[in-house]
């Protein structure tokens, strides 16, 4: 399967972003979730920090797959999850 990336930026997204797409005529859902981690350098060194989101994203919700990490903000950093259906029939 090939996979296809579309950036775009839906505004106010406070829990789950819904889409609905079309490919070659099949329409699929897909489901996918931001969350900000905080990323506040006073709390150890880099290594530490990076450490700290790769435990957080391998213990995250098993239902959600990593999808994209966002470029690091002040103090923040946006890790995008997409919804895995073959995860939710467990």
Do not use: C
């Not at 900000?36 to 920090?49: A, K, Q, R, V």
């Not at 239902?63 to 467990?90: C, D, M, V």
Request: net charge negative; hydrophobic share 30%; no cysteine.
């Amino acid at each position: 399967m090939q996979n296809v990336r579309v950036q775009f930026t839906i505004p106010n997204v406070e829990k789950v972003a819904n889409l609905d797409i079309h490919v070659n005529g099949e329409q699929r859902s897909l489901k996918f979730r931001v969350e900000t981690f905080n990323w506040d350098s006073d709390n150890g060194s880099s290594e530490d920090l990076v450490n700290i989101l790769r435990d957080r994203i391998q213990n995250y919700d098993s239902q959600w797959e990593l999808y994209h990490i966002g470029a690091p903000q002040e103090h923040s950093i946006p890790i995008t999850f997409r919804f895995n259906e073959k995860n939710s029939e467990n």
